[in-house]
């Protein structure tokens, strides 16, 4: 089994966006500034939006937090974000889903500015990737792409099988591997498949990202293929600080003795997600009022 760990990918991303952001500074510009929205009290979100705000701080980013009760009106989180979409000192607006279900994603996420929509979830940035037009590319698949090609993993002509159909990774993921110049001959599967090892089998490269561990093992997958693992999955255990740990829709285990190449669950495409809302900031943030 060969891991393919993404912290020093991220970390390279990171890097050159601190250049090109100083190089923005340095034209004149202001620093580029992220209005992120947290609705409720999910743990899981907390941590992601945590994680985020401190990424931008690092990278000397202006960062604006708003946090919402989880019982707050759909309208008044449709008023900040009309709010934010006018703010001349807001470059990027982030809603951390999921959403408490009184409040309808897709509404909130239609109101986000295309402009400034660095999720890339709006319906004109998912066209837009959709005919292969220049637009946001939603983070986790962006990241993904960026995995790839960092450890020199070949797409053009090869299977790639995505598992799962969600619009933040499934959806993108498989619009970003079939692009001109990527070229992967591309199988979306879903949880309702019958027999998803019949498809997963013969693929050179599987995406799995059904927030369901043990969606697969090593026994869907075949030798030289590569696995990226997009799960983020809570398992209590006691054992642990903090009553639970973190594992993957792979069972990683399984691999151990496999020449298969896999991403780790912590410490893969999750730590890439935080790098490309970065590099996703500073575009918009370049795109608005670049000189
Ligand atoms: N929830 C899980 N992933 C994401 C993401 O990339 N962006 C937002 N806004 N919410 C998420």
Known sequence: ????????????????????????????????????????????????????????????????????????????ILSLVGKLNEGEDVDGI????????????????????????????????????????ES????????????????????AGKKAVVIGRSNIVGKPMALLLMQKGIDATVTVCNTKTPDLREYTKDADIIIVATGHPGTIDSSYVKDGAAVIDVGVNRIKDETREKGFRLVGDADYSSFKDRDVMITPVPGGVGLMTVSMLMENTLEAAVKRRGR
């Open 1 to 76: 089994m060969t891991r393919l760990g993404c912290r020093c990918v991220a970390e390279s991303v990171l890097e050159n966006v601190r250049k090109e952001t100083q190089a923005f500074i340095d034209k004149g510009n202001r620093a580029p500034s992220l209005a992120v929205v947290l609705v409720g009290s999910d743990p899981a979100s907390q941590t992601y939006v945590r994680k985020k705000a401190e990424a931008a701080e690092s990278l000397g980013f202006l960062h604006f937090q708003y946090t919402f009760d989880e019982d707050s009106k759909e309208d008044d």
């Open 136 to 155: 946001f590319i939603p983070c986790t698949p962006k990241g993904i792409m960026r995995t790839l090609s960092y450890y020199g993993i070949e797409t």
């Open 94 to 133: 982030l809603v951390q889903l999921p959403l408490p279900s009184h409040i309808s994603e897709k509404k909130i996420i239609d109101a986000i500015s295309p402009e400034k929509d660095v999720d890339g979830f709006s319906p004109v940035n998912m066209g837009r990737l959709a005919i292969g037009e």
